[in-house]
């Protein structure tokens, strides 16, 4: 049976900060993979954002290192097997310094599948088979406070049209989520008469999230 897993005591934290760049120079098809990058300086547990070509199924995500050797980190609970031959990229530390602590509730769409009529001229019951996934959105409700430092960072991020990194940790069990995505939020007020003054923040993700038991 599944552990269940409650939006209650929930950290949702945002990019603050991001390492310099850290040249790539491998990655191999394994489970997990493993990344070649020359004194990288990284640390087991550290998150690192991923911009790669070629293994373009790594492009644009956040992915939690391990093992770490001095020139090597395996890219923790990815298995890169079937991926496509890697040709460059960097790696990014992410510090998570910044916390959201205003939203009131968060919801998700998108990530439902394309389906590609692979029908023929021999078949009397249509067939398909699904393509991409459309892209993951998630939608934020916020108590509005213009003076706090979360609101502050967002409103920042999205007038910037800067690409974020975020980490959700789920305190039922210890679950985790991250992803990067780019901050749609311009923090104006609304609501209903006599209840509490709210602003919306929307984050659509790039790539795919990485989801981790703890």
Known sequence: MATVTKWSNVAVAMQSALAAADTISGITKANPGVVTAASHGLSNGDYVFL???????LNDRVVRVANVATNTFELEGVDTSAFDTFSSGTAEAVTFGTSITTAASISSSGGGFDFIDTTTIHDNVKSQTPGLPASLTYTMEHIWDPANAGQIAMKSASDAQAKRAFKFT????????????????DGAPGGTAQDKVMTSAVITAQGKPTYYAS
């Open 170 to 185: 789920f305190g039922t069990g210890g679950k985790i989520a991250v992803f990067a995505g780019y901050v749609g939020f």
């Open 51 to 57: 911009s790669v070509s070629g293994m373009h199924q």
